[in-house]
C-alpha cells in the first residue's frame, strides 16, 4: 500500500504537466485530460457525455485536478493509429488488460459475455448444454467469441447473426437485445455491457446471465477492461494506476448503474511481456 500512496502523490504533483496537451501551457490554466473516444457509442461514449466511459473520464480527471476534453473517432479498426499514435489524445478507454497495441493500465473492470432472454418466455438458460438452446433462435455478433462457442456445440443453424461493425445511421449496438425483448430471436449471446445496459430499457423484463467457460475452448468469455496510453508512456501509466486502484468503489457504482455485470476477483494489470494478439473484444 506504501508505494501506491507514494504514486497518489507523484500524480497529484505532475497530473497537471503530463496530463496537459502537448505544447505550452499559460501559467494559472487548468489542465486538460485528453481522451480519445467513440461519438455515437452508448453505453460506452457519446457526445453527449452520456455513456460509462465518459462519467470514469470525468471522475479521473477531478482527481488530477483537469478538466476532460475529448477528441471523438469511430471505434472501429484504425481507432488507435488515428487517435492515440496520431497524438489526438493521451489516453484511450475500453483496452483489454494486456492489448499489445498499447501500454495498458491497472483493469478498471472485468465483464463477461451472458445469456439474455425474456423472462415470462420458458426459457430459463445457465449451460450451453441447455435443450431449449436446440431449438432457440440465438442472437450472435458475427466474429465475437460465442460464434466459435455455436461452432463447438453444433449450434450454428440457429444462429441469426448481426453485423459487428455496423452502419449508426441505420443500427445501433442495442438491436440484438431490443430483437430478444420483441420476440424476433428466443436469446442473444453478449457482451456484458452492452447486453445490461439495453435490457434495463426494455419493456418486457430481460434475464441476463454469464455463460460458462466452456472447456477446450481457446477463446474466453471473459475479459479485464483497462485504459490505454502510448506504449512509452510509463509515467503516466503509473499516474493513472494509482488513481484506478484509489477509485475502484465510486468506478464499480458507475459500472452497476448502467447494468454492466461485473466478474469478482483482484484487477490486476498483466505484465508487459504479455504474449500480442489480444484483441480488443469490441471488435472480436
Not at 71 to 83: A, K, L, Q, S, V
Not at 94 to 104: A, C, E, K, T
Not at 230 to 252: C, F, M, P, S, Y
Request: net charge positive; hydrophobic share 40%; glycine share 8%.
Amino acid at each position: 500500500m506504501g508505494s501506491v500512496r507514494i504514486l497518489t502523490v507523484v500524480a497529484l504533483v505532475v497530473g497537471a504537466s503530463l496530463l496537459s496537451p502537448v505544447g505550452s501551457q499559460a501559467q494559472g490554466s487548468r489542465a486538460t485530460f485528453r481522451v480519445c473516444a467513440d461519438p455515437n457509442n452508448l453505453p460506452y461514449s457519446n457526445e453527449r457525455l452520456e455513456g460509462f466511459e465518459n462519467k470514469i473520464v470525468e471522475l479521473i480527471a477531478r482527481e488530477f485536478g483537469a478538466t476532460p476534453t475529448f477528441t471523438w473517432w469511430p471505434d472501429r479498426r484504425g481507432f488507435i493509429r488515428n487517435t492515440l499514435r496520431a497524438n489526438q489524445c493521451d489516453v484511450v478507454m475500453g483496452i483489454p488488460n494486456g492489448y499489445d497495441q498499447v501500454r495498458w493500465t491497472q483493469p478498471y473492470y472485468r465483464s463477461t459475455y451472458v445469456f439474455v432472454y425474456a423472462r415470462d418466455r420458458g426459457f430459463q438458460v445457465r449451460s450451453w448444454d441447455d435443450p431449449a438452446l436446440r431449438s432457440a433462435r440465438i442472437g450472435v455478433v458475427a466474429a465475437t467469441p460465442p460464434g466459435d462457442a455455436m461452432i463447438k456445440k453444433g449450434l450454428m443453424g440457429n444462429v441469426v447473426s448481426y453485423r459487428l461493425t455496423i452502419d449508426y445511421t441505420t443500427e445501433h449496438p442495442g438491436q440484438i437485445v431490443e430483437d430478444v425483448a420483441a420476440g424476433k430471436t428466443d436469446v442473444a449471446v453478449v457482451w456484458g455491457p452492452v447486453a445490461g445496459y439495453f435490457a434495463k430499457k426494455q419493456s418486457v423484463p430481460l434475464e441476463v446471465v454469464p455463460v460458462p467457460a466452456i472447456p477446450g475452448l481457446e477463446v474466453p468469455f471473459t475479459y479485464e477492461i483497462s485504459m490505454g496510453v502510448r506504449k512509452g508512456d510509463r509515467e503516466r501509466q503509473a499516474q493513472l494506476d494509482a488513481v484506478l486502484n484509489r477509485k475502484e468503489a465510486e468506478i464499480r457504482k458507475i459500472l452497476e448503474a448502467y447494468g454492466v455485470p461485473l466478474v469478482p476477483g483482484a484487477l490486476v494489470r498483466k505484465p508487459d511481456e504479455v504474449k500480442p494478439g489480444v484483441v480488443s473484444e469490441r471488435y472480436q
